[in-house]
Antibody, heavy 120, light 110 residues
Framework: QVHVQESGPRLVKPSETLSLTCAVSGASISSVGYFWGWIRQPPGRGLEWIGIINHGRATYYSPSLRSRATISVDTSKNQFSLDLRSVIAEDTAIYYC????????????WGQGILVTVSS | QSVLTQPPSVSAAPGQKVTISCSGSNSNIGNSYVSWYQQLPGTAPKLLIYENSKRPSGIPDRFSGSKSGTSATLGITGLQTGDEADYYCGAWDHSLSAGVFGGGTKLSVL
């Protein structure tokens, strides 16, 4: 059974970089046909698609976050990461990671999520 | 403003049927598969329907999905109080080269 788990700082100062890692277990991050991605949800609001990456480091990003977001993969540790630069208060959200099926575009499973607050 | 449009809320009595719509365009739903996610209060979203109408293992057949043109519909029959949740649709948008979600629909089982 595939399992993904987010980790990282829960408090980030404005203008700094939000860095999160997603550990994958039960599957290889190099699995053919899958990407690995990030989604976020501001408190009390809906889901926002951030971006995805595969083992070959092909990436796709939401246009609204492309200039500030970088997703990377570490196949040796079977994990992938998100860096979001120059954060503002509006980046406060629960950040989820998940496995994404390429070509048919669904996320499963999802991590439990990690609430990251941007505040000084 | 979400790329995919869902009603903010729907409600129905226990045992009844409800449908949730998801409207898009030819750049997303019209030329992509649609997935649906259930988010119970205080939990992470869970895949409910994938590839328009398929159910993952463990999802009861009370849940169904369909797609026609640039719209998709989630149907839930035999409503239970445990179905109270937020439901989201998702699809790939070829113009954006990115995935998109609907704004979410809150289901109340009265």
């Amino acid at each position: 059974q595939v399992h993904v788990q987010e980790s990282g700082p829960r408090l980030v100062k404005p203008s700094e970089t939000l860095s999160l890692t997603c550990a994958v277990s039960g599957a290889s991050i190099s699995s053919v046909g899958y990407f690995w991605g990030w989604i976020r949800q501001p408190p009390g609001r809906g889901l926002e698609w951030i971006g995805i990456i595969n083992h070959g480091r092909a990436t796709y990003y939401s246009p609204s976050l492309r200039s500030r977001a970088t997703i990377s993969v570490d196949t040796s540790k079977n994990q992938f990461s998100l860096d979001l630069r120059s954060v503002i208060a509006e980046d406060t959200a629960i950040y989820y990671c998940g496995r994404h099926k390429s070509g048919v575009d669904w996320f499963d499973p999802w991590g439990q999520g990690i609430l990251v607050t941007v505040s000084s | 403003q979400s790329v995919l449009t869902q009603p903010p809320s729907v409600s129905a009595a226990p045992g009844q049927k409800v449908t949730i719509s998801c409207s898009g365009s030819n750049s997303n739903i019209g030329n992509s598969y649609v997935s649906w996610y259930q988010q119970l209060p205080g939990t992470a979203p869970k895949l409910l329907i994938y590839e328009n109408s398929k159910r993952p293992s463990g999802i009861p057949d009370r849940f169904s999905g369909s797609k026609s043109g640039t719209s998709a519909t989630l149907g839930i029959t035999g409503l239970q109080t445990g179905d109270e949740a937020d439901y989201y649709c998702g699809a790939w948008d070829h113009s954006l080269s990115a995935g998109v979600f609907g704004g979410g629909t809150k289901l109340s089982v009265l």
